[in-house]
């Protein structure tokens, strides 16, 4: 039975929800595409003139927009052109790793003012934050910027924060990192909101947003490095699990190696033995390949005798451990990521891709990784881009 008595909510917003969403929509289009007109703003957000105009006044009186000039060469006056102002806000990435920290520093348009490399090796652990916070501190020095100037401060590490718990699991790797308090302290100590997320997710959402998948809601990314680990975006939003651990593949059972039977001790067994860096090494001896790292390796094969041999058993390995995550996720795309596979650029992409096409039923095209630099970095500015804006672009 239908209660007719029963209050209906009004299907307009009100005229301050109305602005915010318009003067939203106006930043974007200016992040977009700017430096935009009056007129410009108004034909692409349908506002009419006098709308358009003073949405620009409240956007310029809150220090959101700044005038940049005038359009030139057209029929009639000049119009002024406004852009987002870069002053608005700032932000700070960080890429860590159990060597070093780095650090970039970016204003709210997205535009990279400084990057700083901090070598952390042989540091004590109990010294970790305070690291961090000299790290940051000297990036925003050599931006320029005044102290306290962030906005957000997104951390990219290798394993994945509990949200139960807030203690960091899967990075035995990373001594100092595992305080049950640990974003409070580095909250403290940087004087801004602190996020602390998986390195791998952080290049999916760099690779989402300007790189191999691009336009693409539904992919995997798999890192290779010193480690393997994955990252997984289903109907565009990264997929972190009930733990956070989702992607988390180092530690999953693949034919022809050893099944981990206690994943607390540091052991052997996984994906991790099939295809992480010490597995990479001992298979480049094999093919007489002499090396340090897993990257190098694969750069050296690209032009050894045995090379092409050592690029096709690594390729079938890492189509081993693809094969069981896309026949559980099925997903448009796989991208490769991490030293490994961009060392290997288009050869051991094409061989991955055939060795998948053999042994997996779901055969998404493999794509290799498109962002510049540091993935993480890029994928960590992007993360503190996003919560930034939506803090500094709220207006009333």
């Not at 305070?130 to 050599?142: D, G, K, N, Y």
């Not at 690209?302 to 094969?323: H, I, N, S, Y």
Request: hydrophobic letters at 45%; charged letters at 15%; a negative charge.
């Amino acid at each position: 039975m239908t209660d007719t008595t029963r209050s209906r909510s009004p299907l307009a917003g009100t005229p301050s929800l109305l602005r915010a969403i318009n003067d939203r929509a106006a930043l974007e289009l200016l992040l977009a595409g700017g430096p935009l007109s009056r007129t410009q703003i108004g034909t692409l957000t349908g506002l009419s003139k006098p709308t358009a105009s003073q949405l620009l006044a409240r956007l310029e009186a809150a220090g959101l927009v700044v005038p940049v000039g005038t359009t030139a060469g057209g029929p009639g006056p000049n119009a002024q052109l406004y852009q987002v102002n870069p002053a608005a806000g700032y932000v700070a990435g960080l890429d860590v790793t159990s060597g070093h920290i780095r650090v970039a520093v970016a204003d709210i348009t997205g535009v990279t003012l400084a990057e700083h490399l901090v070598t952390t090796r042989g540091r004590p652990a109990a010294d970790t934050v305070r690291t961090v916070a000299e790290a940051v501190a000297e990036t925003v020095r050599q931006a320029g910027l005044p102290e306290g100037c962030l906005h957000q401060v997104v951390i990219g590490i290798g394993g994945a924060l509990d949200p139960n718990s807030g203690r960091l699991r899967y990075a035995t790797h990373l001594p100092g990192w595992h305080s049950p308090r640990l974003v409070p302290e580095l909250q403290e100590a940087l004087g801004t909101p602190v996020t602390i997320e998986n390195d791998v997710n952080l290049a999916a959402i760099a690779e989402q947003a300007f790189g191999a998948a691009a336009g693409c809601e539904d992919f995997v990314l798999l890192w290779a490095e010193e480690g393997i680990g994955a990252a997984i975006v289903i109907a565009g939003r990264l997929h972190r699990g009930f733990t956070g651990g989702a992607g988390e593949v180092g530690y999953m059972p693949v034919p022809g190696t050893p099944v981990v039977q206690d994943v607390r001790r540091k052991g052997s067994g996984g994906f991790q033995e099939l295809a992480g860096e010490p597995a990479v090494l001992a298979l480049a001896r094999q093919h007489r390949i002499t090396a340090t790292s897993a990257e190098q390796a694969v750069t050296l094969a690209l032009d050894a005798p045995t090379g092409e041999e050592f690029l096709t058993e690594l390729a079938d390995r890492l189509a081993v451990g693809l094969a069981v995550i896309v026949s559980v996720v099925d997903p448009e795309l796989l991208v490769l990521s991490g030293g490994t596979p961009t060392a290997g650029g288009e050869r051991l992409r094409e061989l991955v891709q055939a060795s998948l096409a053999r042994i997996a039923v779901p055969r998404p095209e493999v794509r290799s990784s498109t962002v510049p630099g540091s993935p993480v970095l890029h994928g960590a500015l992007q993360r503190a881009l996003a919560s930034a804006r939506d803090a500094v672009f709220t207006t009333h």
